[in-house]
C-alpha cells in the first residue's frame, strides 16, 4: 500500500494502545467517529496486560514500554495525517500515520519508530514495494547504530515491574501524605473515575476524583457499561475528559480510599479537570469526598455555582432555595454576651440590640439512646431532665464556646435563614469567626459538634461547609468527643436546695472565695450559679444591698408582674456584667428557700458595690454591719450626689445636707506638712504613706523580726492562718518576712495586707507564721488615705490611666503630705506635695481625675485651686474631657443642676 494509493484523512490521536496502534478520533461530529489504526509493516513488542475473566497477567516484552511512550509523547493530542484500509479477511485497519501540518513535509511515524529501534520490520509475508524497501534500509541502519531493542542493554531492564494492586491501600495513601505523585491517565471509566499509573513504580489505581461526581453508565449482566441505557450526560463527561486527559502526564495527589479504589484529585497544567466539569454541568460536588481535600474545596463550590446560576446541563431547571441576604444584614460585628448549650450565641449589635444566631450546619451532642413511641415521637424526657449537663459533651461544647467568645466581638456571616416548621421558630444561622479562625470549625475539630448532612441540591448550608467536613473527618479519626469510642457519663450535677443549702453553709463559709460561672442572672440582685469544685447549681443573692424587683413573664398559673423602677435596668445591668463570666463568691448565710446570700466579684469588681454606685440599688441595713460598709456607703453617697436612678428625685434635708457638705469642707484650711514616702497605691484610688521619721523604727523592727525567724526559722504549714489575724508573711517578690493581717483564707492559700507598707498579695499559707508577741503590740508604719476633693473618673481606662501617672509621680525619695479634712466613718483625705507642687492638682488638669461636685458655702483655697486646673482640662479637651464636658451629660441624663 503506498500513500498515492489511498487519499489520506485528518484527525487527532486520542490513546496509543501500543507501539504499532492507535486510536485517532475525527475532526467533525459530536462525538466525532473513532478509528483504530495498526502501523502497516511493522511490529511491536507487546504491553503488559492485566488478569482478566479469561486471561492471566502477562509481563512487557523488552522496550515495549519505550515503543508505547515513543508514540505517546509524539503524538497524543496532535493532529494528522493517516491512510487506512481492512486487508481481505481480517477485522483490523493498517495504514501510516503522519506528522505535520503538511502531508509532503510531514513526518512518517512508522519511519521514526524503526529508525529508533523500538519496532521490527515484516520482512516476510508482504509485496517488496519501495516503503518495504525503505523500512528494511532504515531497520538496518537502527541495528548497526545499536539503537533501541537492538542496543546491548539487558533486555530485562526494559521491562516494567507493574503492581496491578496495593495490598494495603490505607498504609500506602498515608505514606503519599497529600504529595503530588507524576502518573500517567491510562483510561477514563466515566467523567469522575480514571485508571492510572503511578510513576515511576508503576503502580496501577483507580482514582475517583476528589469532590465531585459524573453520571455514570449503567452496566448490563456482564458488569459492563449497558449501551442501550443511556444515562444522560455519562457520554459527554467520559469524552470531555478523554481528549483532556487521556493518555497526558499529570500528577496524582492521593487524598483518602473508598472500597478499592482511590480519591483524589489531578493537577495538570492547563487546569483542574474537577473545576472545568463543575463549570460545564457536567459534574455535581458531593460532600462525602470533598471533605477529604486539603485545598481547592472552594474553587469547586464556586464552579458548581457557575454552572448553576448559567443552568447549564444536570442544572437546567435548577432553582436556588437560599435566601437572599444582603448588606448589613449579611455581615456585621457584635459582641458575644451568652452562649446557648452548644450551637448558638446570643450577641450584642452596635446599635445595642441583641440577636440569636446558630452555627450553620451544626449540629449540638444529641441524646444518646432515646427511644420512641408507637407514633414514632421520642418519648417523653424525665421530670428536671437538664439538656445542657445530662446530655453528654453538651457542657463541654458550651464551655468551650464560652470561655473562647463571651465578651468577644466576633465576626457574622448570615448564611441562610431556617423556616420555622412544626414548633421551632425560624432560625438565623450564620458562620461566626473570632480573630479569623471559624467557631465552628473549631467545635466540630474538638468533636463537640457533628457537622449537618444535606441533600445534594440543598444549598442552605454554611460558606464553610467543606472545612466543617474536613474538621469532622479529623476528629473522627482522633475519635475525639462525640466520636469517641468510649462510653462517656453525663454531668452529674447537684441542685442545692433548702436542705442542702444549711448543710454545705459551714463548708461554703471556710472556703471563703469560691470560683463559680454565671448561668442565669434573674434579677439585678439574684443569679443562678454553677459551681465546678462541687459541680452543683445554686440561687445565688447579693448581700448588702436593696435592689429593685425585675418585670417577669407568667409562666404557669403564676401571672406576669411589672418591673419596679429601674428593675429592668438593674437586671440588664447585672446580666451584661455577669452572664456566663467567671467569677468568685463569698457565702454569709441562705434564706429559707435555701438561696445563698453573699458577695459577688467579677474582675475584682464587687457587684453589690457597682449596683450601689450606679443608682441600681440602695445599701440594706445588713450591709452597714458588713466588712464591706465602706465602700457602699461611699458609692451610695455619690449615687446620691449625682442624683442617679433610684436617686433622682433624691432631696437632703437643708441642716443634714449643709452638716454633711460644710463637714467635708473645713472653715480653715490647717497646713502641716509631714515628710512621706507613699508606699502603696490602690486599684480604688487610695494611697498609704510611710512617715519619713518612722522609717528607722519600722527597719529596726523588721530586722529584729528576721533575726528571730532566722535564728528558729518556724515550721511550715505548722501555722494555721484565721482572718482578721497578724501574722508573719514572707513577701514573694524579696523572700523575706513583714508584718501581714490576714483577710481572706481559702483552701491552700491566704489573701494578706502588708500593714507597714500597704500592698496585699495571695500566697501559699506555708508561707505564713505565727508572729512573735514582741512585734504584735507595735503600730502598723503604713497609713492609708482617700484622695481630698477628687476622684478617680468611671471610665476604667482613664482611672487605670491616672493611678499609672500617680505611681511614676510618687517615685521620689521625699514627699510631703498634709490631711485636709478628716469625715466619720470615712478615710481620712490628704495632699501630697513634691518639688513640683500639688501632686492631684497636677492629674486634675491633665485631665485625669475629676474634681468633686462639692455645694458649700464655704470658701476653701484648695478646693477653688482644684476647680480652677478642672476648668483648665475642660479647655484643652484633656483626657476625660477630649469630647467635652462629661458634668453637663450627666446633668442631662441624670437630673442634675435642677
Known amino acids: 500500500?503506498?500513500?498515492?494509493?489511498?487519499?489520506?484523512?485528518?484527525?487527532?490521536?486520542?490513546?496509543?494502545?501500543?507501539?504499532?496502534?492507535?486510536?485517532?478520533?475525527?475532526?467533525?461530529?459530536?462525538?466525532?467517529?473513532?478509528?483504530?489504526?495498526?502501523?502497516?509493516?511493522?511490529?511491536?513488542?507487546?504491553?503488559?496486560?492485566?488478569?482478566?475473566?479469561?486471561?492471566?497477567?502477562?509481563?512487557?516484552?523488552?522496550?515495549?514500554?519505550?515503543?508505547?511512550?515513543?508514540?505517546?509523547?509524539?503524538?497524543?493530542?496532535?493532529?494528522?495525517?493517516?491512510?487506512?484500509?481492512?486487508?481481505?479477511?481480517?477485522?483490523r485497519e493498517y495504514g501510516n500515520v503522519f506528522l505535520g501540518k503538511d502531508l509532503n513535509t510531514a513526518e512518517n511515524i512508522t519511519e521514526a519508530l524503526v529508525s529508533e529501534g523500538l519496532v521490527s520490520v515484516r520482512r516476510e509475508g508482504l509485496r517488496q514495494t519501495p516503503e518495504v524497501a525503505r523500512l528494511c534500509e532504515l531497520e538496518d541502519a537502527a541495528k548497526s547504530a545499536g539503537k533501541g531493542k537492538w542496543s546491548t542493554s539487558p533486555p530485562s531492564e526494559h521491562v516494567r515491574d507493574i503492581k496491578w494492586s496495593i495490598d494495603n491501600m490505607r498504609a500506602f495513601l498515608d505514606k503519599q501524605d497529600y504529595k503530588p505523585i507524576k502518573a500517567v491517565i491510562e483510561h477514563v471509566r466515566d467523567g469522575s473515575t480514571v485508571r492510572a499509573f503511578l510513576l515511576p513504580d508503576f503502580h496501577h489505581i483507580t482514582l475517583m476524583i476528589s469532590g465531585i461526581r459524573c453520571p455514570g453508565f449503567?452496566?448490563?449482566?456482564?458488569?459492563?457499561?449497558?449501551?442501550?441505557?443511556?444515562?444522560?450526560?455519562?457520554?459527554?463527561?467520559?469524552?470531555?475528559?478523554?481528549?483532556?486527559?487521556?493518555?497526558?502526564?499529570?500528577?496524582?495527589?492521593?487524598?483518602?480510599?473508598?472500597?478499592?479504589?482511590?480519591?483524589?484529585?489531578?493537577?495538570?497544567?492547563?487546569?483542574?479537570?474537577?473545576?472545568?466539569?463543575?463549570?460545564?454541568?457536567?459534574?455535581?460536588?458531593v460532600d462525602w469526598s470533598i471533605a477529604f481535600m486539603r485545598s481547592g474545596a472552594d474553587k469547586l463550590r464556586a464552579s458548581e455555582r457557575q454552572a448553576k446560576e448559567a443552568k447549564r446541563r444536570q442544572w437546567k431547571n435548577w432553582q436556588s432555595n437560599a435566601p437572599q441576604i444582603t448588606g448589613k444584614e449579611k455581615e456585621f460585628t457584635a459582641t458575644v454576651v451568652e452562649v446557648n448549650n452548644g450551637d448558638a450565641l446570643i450577641l450584642k449589635l452596635q446599635n445595642g440590640q441583641q440577636k440569636k444566631v446558630f452555627l450553620s450546619s451544626i449540629r449540638p451532642p444529641k441524646e444518646a439512646n432515646r427511644s420512641a413511641d408507637e407514633e414514632g415521637k421520642p418519648v417523653q424526657r424525665p421530670k428536671g431532665f437538664r439538656p445542657l449537663y445530662d446530655i453528654p459533651w453538651m457542657f463541654e461544647a458550651r464551655e468551650y464556646l464560652r470561655k473562647k467568645l463571651i465578651g468577644?466581638?466576633?465576626?457574622?456571616?448570615?448564611?441562610?435563614?431556617?423556616?420555622?416548621?412544626?414548633?421551632?421558630?425560624?432560625?438565623?444561622?450564620?458562620?461566626?469567626?473570632?480573630?479569623?479562625?471559624?467557631?465552628?470549625?473549631?467545635?466540630?475539630?474538638?468533636?463537640?459538634?457533628?457537622?449537618?448532612?444535606?441533600?445534594?441540591?440543598?444549598?442552605?448550608?454554611?460558606?464553610?461547609?467543606?472545612?466543617?467536613?474536613?474538621?469532622?473527618?479529623?476528629?473522627?479519626?482522633?475519635?475525639?468527643?462525640?466520636?469517641?469510642?468510649?462510653?462517656?457519663?453525663?454531668?452529674?450535677?447537684?441542685?442545692?436546695?433548702?436542705?442542702?443549702?444549711?448543710?454545705?453553709?459551714s463548708t461554703f463559709q471556710r472556703a471563703q472565695r469560691i470560683d463559680a460561672i454565671v448561668e442565669f442572672v434573674a434579677s439585678g440582685s439574684r443569679l443562678r450559679l454553677y459551681i465546678p469544685k462541687s459541680n452543683s447549681l445554686c440561687t445565688f443573692l447579693l448581700g448588702g444591698i436593696s435592689c429593685p424587683r425585675a418585670s417577669r413573664q407568667a409562666s404557669g398559673t403564676a401571672p406576669a408582674s411589672p418591673a419596679e423602677p429601674y428593675g429592668d435596668e438593674a437586671l440588664y445591668f447585672t446580666k451584661e456584667r455577669c452572664m456566663q463570666r467567671e467569677v468568685s463568691i463569698q457565702v454569709d448565710s441562705h434564706d429559707k428557700a435555701g438561696n445563698f446570700i453573699g458577695w459577688l466579684w467579677v474582675d475584682n469588681n464587687n457587684m453589690s458595690v457597682l449596683l450601689v454606685k450606679e443608682g441600681l440599688a440602695s445599701v440594706h441595713f445588713t450591709g452597714e454591719k458588713s466588712q464591706f460598709a465602706s465602700p457602699l456607703k461611699a458609692a451610695e453617697d455619690s449615687a446620691k450626689q449625682q442624683k442617679l436612678r433610684i436617686w433622682k428625685d433624691y432631696v437632703e434635708e437643708k441642716v443634714e445636707a449643709k452638716k454633711e457638705e460644710d463637714s467635708k469642707v473645713p472653715a480653715e484650711r490647717k497646713v502641716n506638712l509631714e515628710d512621706v514616702v507613699v508606699t502603696e497605691i490602690t486599684a480604688e484610688g487610695t494611697f498609704f504613706v510611710q512617715r519619713v521619721a518612722d522609717g528607722p523604727k519600722a527597719e529596726s523592727l523588721l530586722a529584729k523580726m528576721r533575726q528571730e525567724f532566722e535564728a528558729s526559722p518556724p515550721l511550715p504549714g505548722a501555722y494555721t492562718p484565721k482572718r482578721g489575724e497578724v501574722c508573719a508573711a514572707k513577701f514573694s517578690v524579696d523572700d523575706e518576712w513583714y508584718r501581714a493581717k490576714v483577710e481572706k483564707v481559702q483552701g491552700s492559700n491566704a489573701t494578706v495586707h502588708y500593714i507597714d507598707y500597704g500592698n496585699r498579695e495571695t500566697i501559699p499559707v506555708t508561707r505564713l507564721a505565727k508572729l512573735p508577741a514582741a512585734y504584735v503590740s507595735d503600730k502598723a508604719f503604713a497609713t492609708e488615705f482617700a484622695l481630698p476633693y477628687c476622684s478617680l473618673p468611671k471610665d476604667d481606662e482613664y482611672a487605670d490611666t491616672a493611678i499609672k501617672y500617680l505611681k511614676q509621680d510618687v517615685l521620689v525619695p521625699k514627699l510631703q503630705l498634709n490631711v485636709e479634712y478628716r469625715n466619720q466613718g470615712t478615710l481620712p483625705a490628704a495632699s501630697l506635695h513634691s518639688d513640683k507642687g500639688d501632686l492631684f492638682k497636677s492629674l486634675i488638669e491633665e485631665g485625669l481625675l475629676l474634681v468633686d461636685n462639692i455645694k458649700s458655702r464655704r470658701q476653701n483655697k484648695l478646693l477653688d485651686s482644684y476647680r480652677a486646673a478642672q476648668d483648665v482640662a475642660k479647655k484643652e479637651h484633656s483626657n476625660i474631657w477630649e469630647y467635652g464636658d462629661i458634668t453637663e451629660d450627666d446633668a442631662k441624663e441624670f437630673g442634675l443642676g435642677k
Open 408 to 505: 468577644k466581638r466576633v465576626n457574622v456571616v448570615v448564611d441562610y435563614i431556617q423556616e420555622a416548621r412544626d414548633s421551632y421558630p425560624e432560625k438565623t444561622c450564620a458562620t461566626v469567626s473570632i480573630n479569623g479562625k471559624n467557631v465552628g470549625e473549631a467545635l466540630v475539630s474538638k468533636g463537640l459538634a457533628y457537622v449537618v448532612k444535606y441533600r445534594q441540591d440543598d444549598d442552605q448550608r454554611s460558606s464553610r461547609y467543606d472545612d466543617l467536613l474536613t474538621a469532622e473527618n479529623k476528629a473522627l479519626k482522633s475519635q475525639l468527643g462525640v466520636h469517641s469510642k468510649k462510653e462517656v457519663a453525663a454531668q452529674r450535677v447537684t441542685e442545692i436546695d433548702s436542705a442542702r443549702a444549711k448543710m454545705e453553709l
Open 1 to 91: 500500500m503506498t500513500t498515492q494509493q489511498i487519499q489520506p484523512k485528518r484527525g487527532v490521536v486520542k490513546q496509543v494502545l501500543s507501539g504499532d496502534s492507535v486510536i485517532i478520533r475525527g475532526l467533525t461530529g459530536a462525538p466525532p467517529p473513532e478509528k483504530q489504526i495498526n502501523f502497516s509493516g511493522i511490529v511491536a513488542p507487546k504491553l503488559a496486560r492485566r488478569a482478566g475473566e479469561s486471561s492471566e497477567i502477562t509481563k512487557d516484552e523488552p522496550w515495549a514500554w519505550e515503543a508505547r511512550e515513543f508514540l505517546r509523547k509524539k503524538l497524543i493530542g496532535e493532529e494528522v495525517f493517516f491512510t487506512s484500509e481492512k486487508p481481505p479477511n481480517t477485522n
Open 218 to 285: 449503567k452496566l448490563d449482566d456482564n458488569g459492563k457499561p449497558d449501551p442501550n441505557a443511556e444515562v444522560e450526560f455519562a457520554a459527554e463527561a467520559k469524552y470531555f475528559v478523554e481528549i483532556r486527559l487521556l493518555q497526558r502526564d499529570v500528577e496524582i495527589i492521593l487524598e483518602s480510599v473508598n472500597n478499592n479504589n482511590f480519591v483524589g484529585t489531578i493537577l495538570h497544567p492547563k487546569g483542574n479537570i474537577a473545576e472545568a466539569l463543575l463549570k460545564e454541568g457536567f459534574a455535581r460536588c
